[in-house]
T-cell receptor
Framework: EAGVAQSPRYKIIEKRQSVAFWCNPI?????LYWYQQILGQGPKLLIQ????????DSQLPKDRFSAERLKGVDSTLKIQPAKLEDSAVYLC??????????????FGPGTRLTVL | GQSLEQPSEVTAVEGAIVQINCTYQ??????LSWYQQHDGGAPTFLSY????GLEETGRFSSFLSRSDSYGYLLLQELQMKDSASYFC?????????????FGKGTRLSVIA
């Protein structure tokens, strides 16, 4: 079974530039998550999709971050404009069902973003 | 709000047993999960506890005490490949109003 795919793996941009990340979840997984992981910290949930609808985006900085999951499969996360503090690894995860209590999340390899 | 506390670093000898503790403060609580993350890698799921007691999966076990807002991950027969960061994560509720919250992680170093 193929895992969660993410691209690019690495990205370096100047502050105030825009950047986009792509995620393709495990086939058949209805729920998709985007996390931000700053060095030395745990992942922080940015947004959760159930199929193509948003379930939770309470921690997404909506003035600069946006995400979409058209057709309920792959997803893109965009930052516009980027700030220095956005330097982090952006992780995508998927799970089979919405029940977060018992459902395992499968993580992709992440995109390491460096903002200069 | 929700917060989790776990030690930042732990060092243990190969073949030994190590326990990584996690205490939490949450407005709601449904379950506690543990994830492992090697340097440069993605987090991988280890275990989940919703009820008090011990869950065992091979060399790894996880314990939960809901009354004490406390859990731990127990790693037995440590191997060098167990050197990684370990995160506890709390699920506050099932409504979608409370996101899954991760602790800051415990970096485990296994030495010979």
């Amino acid at each position: 079974e193929a895992g969660v795919a993410q691209s690019p793996r690495y990205k370096i941009i100047e502050k105030r530039q825009s950047v986009a990340f792509w995620c393709n979840p495990i086939s058949g997984h209805a729920t998709l998550y985007w996390y931000q992981q700053i060095l030395g910290q745990g992942p922080k949930l940015l947004i959760q999709f159930q199929n193509n609808g948003v379930v939770d985006d309470s921690q997404l900085p909506k003035d600069r971050f946006s995400a979409e999951r058209l057709k309920g499969v792959d997803s893109t996360l965009k930052i516009q404009p980027a700030k220095l503090e956005d330097s982090a690894v952006y992780l995508c995860a998927s799970s089979l069902v919405e029940d977060r209590a018992s459902d395992t999340q499968y993580f992709g390899p992440g995109t390491r973003l460096t903002v200069l | 709000g929700q917060s989790l506390e776990q030690p930042s670093e732990v060092t243990a000898v190969e073949g030994a047993i190590v326990q990584i503790n996690c205490t939490y403060q949450t407005s709601g609580f449904y379950g506690l999960s543990w994830y492992q993350q090697h340097d440069g890698g993605a987090p991988t799921f280890l275990s989940y506890n919703a009820l008090d007691g011990l869950e065992e999966t091979g060399r790894f076990s996880s314990f939960l005490s809901r009354s004490d807002s406390y859990g731990y991950l127990l790693l037995q027969e440590l191997q060098m490949k167990d050197s990684a960061s370990y995160f506890c994560a709390v699920i506050g509720d099932l409504s979608g109003n409370t996101p899954l919250v991760f602790g800051k992680g415990t970096r485990l170093s296994v030495i010979a």
